[in-house]
């Protein structure tokens, strides 16, 4: 894993590991995958600007998620499936996670149970929610996620229906999906569309905030009217994404749907992005632009894939020393330093 220089080089490991069908599933996105594409090329377009004769010898990347501490701006991002990638799933990277003082959030389509994610060790845990056609699946989700210690509920509103995805349907995942959060523990036959309820509104917030005490947090925000709504609603923070361009292609890249989206919310709830994130300086312009932090996942996907445990702690290790070499190099001993002004375009 040393060898392993950014976090591009996980890639081609990966996929000759994975079955082509698993690497469909990971890598593609829908339709003519420009969502996909443009996700990255949009940080590539913005330039950095930095600050000299700043006292860099002390760099300090920590900060604050709803409160609880975390040592670098990233998180995992709730990603389906993680048992394709390797044996022990979910509970790799969630057990790097913990290790590293980073944020997991665990998929509701995980191979593994909320109970297997609580038992690898303390730190910040958050559950990704699909609402289920049968709310008395997702009432025990939300109820086993609390009990087991996790301190938000992620709700994605962006897929009321899996993108038209290609890839996938030239090489489709065969055989049943052990999915043991959805309420039954059991494999599930059919598509994992057929489990999404397309029938959830803004007014159902009130019925999800209701089943605990949890914070909620709202992922799949691309208009800003969507986040005001959100933010009416109750939501504690939200996820500027656009699904990795694996939902509705020709959407947005989300990094250019951040900075209007941060002004509309105005620091009512806490702003964070996902898409497209590979390097640290991927990291310091979302911050510019006002994300509190970034989710990573296709990279620690295929570092999970390449190198099981190893290679997921070799993600958080470039992660974070290229999030540190930016930060001494804009001239930023803190995040506080990543200032709106240190980006052009």
């Known amino acids: 894993m040393t060898t392993i220089a950014g976090l591009r080089d996980f ?32 940080f590539s377009r913005r330039r950095l600007l930095p600050r000299g004769l700043i006292d860099v010898t002390s760099i300090d990347p920590s900060t604050t998620l709803l409160g609880q501490p975390v040592a670098l701006p990233v998180g995992f991002a709730p990603c389906a499936l993680q048992g394709l990638a390797h044996g022990e799933g979910e509970v790799i990277a969630a057990r790097v996670a913990a290790r590293s003082g980073l944020l997991y959030v665990l998929s509701t389509l995980a191979n593994r149970t909320v109970e297997d994610v609580a038992a690898v060790g303390r730190g910040p845990r958050w559950f990704q929610l699909y ?31 899996p993108g038209y995805r290609e890839r996938e349907l030239r090489d489709p995942i065969l055989g049943d999906s052990l999915l043991p959060n959805i309420g039954s523990g059991q494999a599930h036959r ?66 250019d749907a951040l900075e209007p989206i941060v002004d509309v919310v105005a620091g009512r709830a806490e702003v964070y992005l996902d898409s497209g994130v590979r390097r640290g300086t991927d990291i310091v312009i979302a911050l510019a632009l006002g994300a509190r932090a970034v989710f990573i996942g296709r990279p620690f996907l295929y570092a999970l894939a390449a190198g099981g445990e190893a290679g997921v702690a070799r993600c958080v290790e470039i992660l974070e020393a290229e999030l540190r070499i ?20």
């Open 131 to 161: 609402v289920q056609k049968d709310r008395g699946r997702s009432t025990e989700m939300v109820e086993r996620a609390r009990a087991a210690g996790f301190t938000a509920i992620v709700l994605t509103v962006d897929a009321p229906n």
């Open 326 to 345: 930016a930060l001494k190099l804009l001239g930023a001993p803190t995040l506080a330093g990543v200032t709106r002004d240190r980006v052009v375009g």
């Open 11 to 42: 890639e081609a490991l990966a996929r000759a590991r994975l079955s082509p069908a698993a690497y469909a599933y990971y890598a593609g996105g829908s339709w003519d995958e420009l969502t996909l594409r443009e996700n990255e090329a949009a």
């Open 190 to 255: 059919g598509p994992i569309g057929d489990l999404l309820d397309g029938s959830l509104t803004w007014a159902d917030l009130d019925w999800l905030r209701g089943l605990s005490d949890l914070p909620l947090v709202i992922k799949g925000i691309l208009d800003p009217a969507d986040a005001v709504r959100a933010v009416e609603h109750g939501a504690a923070a939200i996820v500027v994404s656009n699904h990795g361009g694996r939902q509705l292609d020709r959407a947005p890249a989300s990094i």
